[in-house]
T-cell receptor
Framework: GAVVSQHPSWVICKSGTSVKIECRSL??????MFWYRQFPKQSLMLMAT?????????EQGVEKDKFLINHASLTLSTLTVTSAHPEDSSFYIC??????????FGQGTRLTVV | SQQGEEDPQALSIQEGENATMNCSYK?????LQWYRQNSGRGLVHLIL?????REKHSGRLRVTLDTSKKSSSLLITASRAADTASYFC????????????FGQGTILTVHP
């Protein structure tokens, strides 16, 4: 089956610093990757959709200057949380798909900003 | 925005009993998927049912889909304590396959 690897699985950072999360499709070329965020005891909310080689499309209410998404290759997308603050603490999870197929999820990253 | 609504929000049962969770959605879909999430962990894909399918089985799982009512149900038979988790439905309805809209989730607790 298709495997998506997300790294790191957890990270603690100081307020004001930036954190980069990687999402890799290991055995397929992902034309599209999705980034979701999940606050404690809540459901997953789509943050943005990224297509290889083009700018990401952000959902309403998601600050594109704060959550930088790069999808430079067909196997890697990165999410950078810039100038992180405690309210950015959350579970971030990516998924990847190719063409008209279902998406496959990474393991998720738990970000804690102190 | 969250399209799906799930009920119940929480379900507590004894081991061996069946658990039924329902999901409703608002727009047309390509498929509907069910996921399990253990506390603080990633998602486990359970089952995908396409819009032209009405019922699907996988082990102890049975999923139904009623597109006329825009609803789906997940039945877990003979539940086990290890089934304790949050369960989410997710709809895939846009032109971009894989872009999912998640329901609010049902927290299932199975008591041994």
């Amino acid at each position: 089956g298709a495997v998506v690897s997300q790294h790191p699985s957890w990270v603690i950072c100081k307020s004001g610093t930036s954190v980069k999360i990687e999402c890799r499709s290991l055995d397929f070329q992902a034309t599209t990757m999705f980034w979701y965020r999940q606050f404690p005891k809540q459901s997953l909310m789509l943050m943005a959709t990224s297509n290889e080689g083009s700018k990401a499309t952000y959902e309403q209410g998601v600050e594109k200057d704060k959550f930088l998404i790069n999808h430079a290759s067909l196997t890697l997308s990165t999410l950078t949380v810039t100038s992180a603050h405690p309210e950015d603490s959350s579970f971030y999870i990516c998924s990847a798909s190719w063409g008209a197929t279902e998406a496959f999820f990474g393991q998720g990253t738990r970000l804690t900003v102190v | 925005s969250q399209q799906g609504e799930e009920d119940p929000q929480a379900l507590s049962i004894q081991e061996g009993e069946n658990a039924t969770m329902n999901c409703s959605y608002k727009t047309s879909i390509n498929n509907l998927q069910w996921y399990r999430q253990n506390s603080g962990r990633g998602l486990v894909h359970l089952i995908l049912i396409r819009s032209n399918e009405r019922e699907k089985h996988s082990g102890r799982l049975r999923v139904t889909l009623d597109t006329s009512k825009k609803s789906s149900s997940l039945l877990i038979t003979a539940s086990r304590a290890a089934d304790t988790a949050s369960y989410f439905c997710a709809t895939d309805g846009g032109t971009s396959y894989g872009k999912l809209t998640f329901g609010q989730g049902t927290i299932l607790t199975v008591h041994p």
